[in-house]
C-alpha cells in the first residue's frame, strides 16, 4: 500500500500544470484533498491562466523547474515529497513538432528519463504517471486501438511519445518502479490551446456567428479522431495510480468522427451551417497525416472502473459556449 506522509495527506507532483490537463488534474486532486505542487517554467507572460480559471491558482504550489533540467527535478522532489508524480510536460502540438523536432523530442521524448532517474534516485515510492499519446498508433495497425496495438508514429511528437511510452515500460520492469502509461486519445475543453482544431472550431464558430469574422481557414477536414472531455480523461490518470500494480491503458471513447463533423455539430450548436464559412486551405495540411484513430478503453473500464461521463455533442457544446462567452467578456478577440 502506498504511505501517505506525515501529515496525513496525499502530495501530488505535476510537471505540464499550466497546461489543459495540468489545470483539471490539480482541481480533481485538490477536490481528494492531496496537496498539489506544480512544475512551472514560467515561461508565458499568463502561464496561470487555466488555474485561475478553474479556481486553483492559490492552492496549488508551484515550483520552479523545467524538465529537460534534472536538477531542477531533484529539487522539486524533495521541495515536494510527492507520493504521486504525473509527468503531463510536453511540447503537444503536433503540427510544431515538424518545426521543432529535437525540442519536442528533448521535451516530449527524453525528458522521461530524468524524470525517472529523478525518482530512482530520490524515493522509489513515487508512483509514477506518463501521459502517452495515441499519435504513437499513427499509421494505425488495427482498425481499433488497444493495449496491445503495435505503434507507427507519424511526427516527431508520436516518435517522442512512443519513446517515453517504452521508457516508462521499461523502469517498470528493469527497477521495479510503479509506472504507468495512459495511451489517451484526443481529449479537448475550454481549456484547449488555440492552436488545436477543436478549439480553433468552436472559436471560428462563436466569431462568426457574432459577426466579427466571415470565414474559418482548416486544412484536412476528413481525419478522424476520438475526441473526449479532459475532465473526464484525468481521473483515469487518478485510477490508474491507485492500482496495486502499475500497467498502461488505453483511454478513449471509443467514437469517432471526422473534423468536418466535428465543425457540423459547432455550427449547428449556434444555428449556423458550416459549409458557408468553413474553407479548406492547403497550406494547413500535415506532412504526414494520422488519417483515423479510434481507441478501445475496455481494459479501463474493467480494472479502473473508468468509462468517459461527457458526449462529444455536450463537449463541443461546451467549447462554443465557452468561446462564445469569452468573446461577449472581451477576453478573447
Ligand atoms: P498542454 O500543451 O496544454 O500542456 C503542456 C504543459 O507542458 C504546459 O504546462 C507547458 O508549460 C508544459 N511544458 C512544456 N515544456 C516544458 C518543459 N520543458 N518543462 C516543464 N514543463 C513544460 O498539453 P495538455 O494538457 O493537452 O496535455 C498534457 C499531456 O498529455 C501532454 O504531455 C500531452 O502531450 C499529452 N497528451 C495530450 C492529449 C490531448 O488530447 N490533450 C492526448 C494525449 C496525450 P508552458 O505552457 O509554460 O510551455
Ligand atoms: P492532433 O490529433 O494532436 O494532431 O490534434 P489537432 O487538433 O492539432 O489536429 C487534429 C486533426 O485536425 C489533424 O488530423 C489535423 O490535420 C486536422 N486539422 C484540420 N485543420 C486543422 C487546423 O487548422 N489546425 C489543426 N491543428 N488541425 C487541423
Not at 136 to 147: C, I, K, L, N
Not at 227 to 253: K, N, S
Request: positive net charge; aromatic residues 8%.
Amino acid at each position: 500500500m502506498e504511505k501517505n506522509k506525515p501529515d496525513g495527506r496525499k502530495r501530488a507532483l505535476i510537471t505540464g500544470v499550466t497546461g489543459q490537463d495540468g489545470a483539471y488534474l490539480a482541481r480533481l486532486l485538490l477536490g481528494k484533498d492531496y496537496q498539489v505542487f506544480g512544475l512551472v517554467a514560467r515561461r508565458g507572460s499568463d502561464a496561470l491562466w487555466r488555474l485561475r480559471k478553474l479556481e486553483v491558482d492559490k492552492d496549488v504550489t508551484l515550483l520552479v523547474g523545467d524538465v529537460t533540467d534534472l536538477s531542477s527535478l531533484l529539487r522539486a522532489i524533495e521541495q515536494a515529497q510527492p507520493t504521486e508524480f504525473y509527468n503531463l510536460a510536453a511540447q503537444s502540438f503536433v503540427d510544431k513538432s515538424w518545426d521543432l523536432p529535437s525540442v519536442t523530442v528533448q521535451v516530449s521524448g527524453m525528458a522521461v528519463t530524468n524524470v525517472l532517474e529523478a525518482i530512482r534516485c530520490t524515493d522509489r515510492k513515487i508512483r509514477f504517471y506518463q501521459a502517452t499519446s495515441s499519435e504513437v498508433f499513427g499509421r494505425v495497425q488495427a482498425p481499433v486501438q488497444d493495449e496491445s496495438t503495435p505503434f507507427h508514429p507519424r511526427s516527431p511528437y508520436g516518435v517522442a511519445k512512443a519513446f517515453a511510452h517504452w521508457m516508462t515500460v521499461n523502469y517498470r520492469e528493469s527497477h521495479g518502479l510503479h509506472a504507468s502509461s495512459g495511451i489517451l486519445f484526443n481529449h479537448e475543453s475550454p481549456l484547449r490551446g488555440p492552436e488545436f482544431v477543436t478549439r480553433k472550431i468552436s472559436a471560428g464558430a462563436a466569431r462568426i456567428k457574432l459577426g466579427r469574422q466571415d470565414r474559418l481557414k482548416l486544412g484536412n477536414l476528413d481525419a478522424k479522431r476520438d475526441w473526449g472531455f479532459a475532465g473526464d480523461y484525468v481521473d483515469a490518470m487518478w485510477r490508474m495510480l491507485q492500482q496495486d500494480a502499475a500497467d498502461d491503458y488505453v483511454v478513449a471513447t471509443g467514437r469517432n468522427v471526422s473534423v468536418r463533423e466535428f465543425c457540423r455539430i459547432a455550427f449547428s450548436h449556434v444555428g449556423l451551417d458550416y459549409e458557408k464559412f468553413v474553407e479548406v486551405d492547403p497550406a494547413l495540411f500535415r506532412r504526414a497525416e494520422v488519417d483515423t484513430v479510434l481507441g478501445s478503453a475496455a481494459k479501463a473500464k474493467a480494472k479502473l472502473g473508468w468509462s468517459p461521463k461527457t458526449s462529444l455533442e455536450e463537449l463541443v457544446a461546451m467549447m462554443v459556449d465557452a468561446d462564445l462567452g469569452r468573446l461577449e467578456k472581451g477576453i478573447l478577440s
